[in-house]
């Protein structure tokens, strides 16, 4: 396979989602209001009541990157619907009927993916500094939580993209993301610590690849060590390897 | 605008060439079921059939959206099975139903559709203004295409299928939804395309009027097979040639005309039918066959032979032969009845 030409198609495809952005970007503005309120009403009140055991952290600063991952993973889990929906108005067919590989389109699908996740994280930042969340707002700390952003994003919809060939409708995938959704959320360390879940959740939480994501980001915002980036950004690398290699064998099916 | 017409060394290849292709669906449907036949370089093929009939399908292995079950294709001498990005490369495709981004304006469309077939940079932008200039978009190149109406969005689509410069274009019921004025001119494009820059076209339809104006030849397809294949002319002498229905002012008792004229199929005394090869060339001897037997002609109609009847008469085969003969016969009772 031609690299040159792969990566271009990527691109490609990515840039014809954020060429749809500039023309409305209605619903990157409404995607933004979930984690907000999140923040506002979840956050100040747990953060009022002091009842959760965050160290050396107010709970606000412990949740905001729980909540930036939360919402870069509803994104991403749901991406699959938006590429039924571009099927049943045939733009997969139109784009899976072009020379260019098909592991380029599911790859440039899920950059596309991610790019909407930066929207989120900035959306975020934005908020955390509104309402005076004190977060390390070094560069290297926020290029770091948008690298692991941009690879998150692009984990979760390929493999949302590879569910989305099985289950081929918008009804099945908003039950499948919904029935996701739910237990990467709340069995991950995204809004309490895994140490005050019982015994058999905190093994759960363990395995959660969100558990990852929010411990990587929270180092960076929080703490400012880095030991367990690596272990979290390879982990991440290998399964958007796996999941969109996957994808591209099976979004064909969608089109059957 | 200049297309290229492909390698010349490679102008003896068939542009398609199927043979006993065949696609089975999971659930043991044959949706296309051991069908050859072959399209030449420059052609305008059609493929005919009802809803189901696997059109649709055939062009979806063409263009590789589907695995074929078994046989072999080749486009330009390349397997699709073996080769299918390169087999993409040469083709250009216009699906059933509307499939441009309406999200996006069409000058966008047609350049991430030239981006994604790798169309050279320093070509991209006049190839992209150049189909738009053709297919008489230009002025509203910078809209979103949720604004266009049905027809502009079709133009558009085989805009979107001419930036890669195809050497084969395959179309998916191209005019459905259209209405009369579109439709033309949508016709008048697919015929300039083929005539000017000798693309060949496969386009599949269910309207016989579409495959009249536009094919050489055309392939019937009923239940996954090909019932028949030739020249929309051959098909149509298949089906027995025109009618021809002559009024007469005084009751007549003629048996029969040289056969050189044609057969009497029906004849009440004063009205008289005659199924003949050609109409037009029978005309002139019916009038003078009744005029040397002093019979007074009131009127002549001809009811040409189109290829609604080939259609019936093939894709409906297998409901059984007294469909078509109904309808036929409607066709005489509708004629008879119009006067």
């Known amino acids: 396979m031609n690299v040159t030409r792969f990566i271009k198609s990527s691109i490609t495809v990515a840039e014809m989602e954020a060429r749809k952005i500039r023309h409305d970007s209605a619903e990157l503005w409404t995607r933004a209001i979930q984690p907000a309120l999140w923040l506002l009403i979840f956050g100040e009140t747990f953060n009022a009541i002091r009842a959760m055991p965050t160290g050396n952290f107010s709970y606000m600063q412990f949740i905001t990157p729980g909540i930036l991952a939360q919402s870069v993973l509803f994104i991403s889990i749901f991406y699959g619907i938006t590429v039924v929906w571009e099927r049943d108005v045939g733009i997969i067919t139109k784009l899976l009927s072009t020379p260019s590989p098909r592991s380029s389109i599911v790859l440039g699908k899920s950059l596309a993916a991610s790019l909407r996740g930066v929207f989120q994280a900035l959306m975020i930042f934005a908020l955390a500094l509104l309402l005076g969340v004190k977060i390390r707002f070094d560069l290297p700390d926020i290029l770091g939580v948008f690298a692991v952003v941009v690879l998150f994003a692009m984990c979760f919809s390929s493999l949302s993209m590879l569910l989305a060939s099985y289950m081929k409708t918008r009804d099945r995938m908003m039950g499948i993301g919904q029935a996701l959704t739910m237990p990467l959320f709340f069995a991950s360390n995204a809004i309490y610590p895994i140490s005050i879940m019982p015994i058999w959740l905190q093994y759960v939480s363990i395995a959660n690849p969100l558990s990852y994501v929010v411990d990587a980001i929270r180092s960076m915002l929080l703490e400012g060590t880095y030991q367990n980036l690596p272990v979290d950004i390879l982990a991440l690398l290998v399964f958007t390897t796996i999941f969109v290699t996957l994808a591209s064998r099976t979004i064909k099916k969608l089109l059957e | ?339």
């Open chain 2, 1 to 339: 605008m200049s297309f290229d017409l492909g390698n010349s060394k490679m102008s003896d290849t068939a542009a398609i060439e199927a043979e006993n292709l065949t696609k089975i669906y999971r659930d043991s449907i044959r949706a296309v079921d051991g069908i050859s036949f072959s399209v030449k370089q420059g052609e305008i093929f059609g493929l005919l059939g009802p809803n189901g009939a696997g059109k649709t399908t055939t062009i979806k292995m063409m263009i590789t959206l589907t695995r074929l079950t078994s046989g072999k294709l080749h486009i330009l001498g390349v397997d699709v099975s073996e080769h299918p990005q390169e087999v993409r490369e040469m083709l250009g495709y216009v699906p059933q139903s509307i499939s441009v981004d309406v999200d996006l304006t069409a000058y966008e469309n047609l350049l991430i559709f030239a981006k994604l077939s790798y169309v050279n940079k320093k070509e991209r932008n006049e190839r992209i203004r150049n189909a738009l200039e053709y297919m008489d978009l230009s002025e509203r190149a910078n809209d979103l295409v949720k604004r266009y109406s049905g027809g502009m969005m079709r133009r558009l689509e085989i805009a979107q299928a001419l930036v890669n410069r195809p050497k084969i274009l395959l179309l998916d019921e191209p005019s459905i939804g259209l209405d009369p004025s579109s439709r033309k001119q949508v016709w008048k494009s697919i015929k300039q395309l083929n005539q000017e820059f000798g693309t060949t076209i496969l386009i599949t339809t269910h309207d016989m009027s579409e495959a009249d104006e536009l094919c050489d030849r055309i392939a019937i397809m009923s239940e996954g097979k090909i019932a028949i294949l030739g020249t929309p002319m051959d098909l149509k002498r298949d089906v027995g040639g025109d009618i021809i229905t002559a009024n007469l002012g005084s009751p007549c008792s003629v048996v029969s005309f040289p056969k050189e004229v044609g057969q009497i199929i029906n004849n009440n005394e004063k009205s008289i039918q005659i199924l003949t090869t050609n109409g037009e060339e029978a005309i002139p001897l019916i009038a003078d066959f009744f005029r040397s037997h002093g019979i007074k002609v009131e009127s002549i109609s001809i009811n040409k032979a189109n290829l609604d009847d080939v259609f019936m008469k093939y894709a409906k085969r297998r409901l059984g032969n007294n469909v078509y003969k109904n309808i036929r016969s409607t066709r005489r009772d509708f004629t008879r009845h119009s006067r």
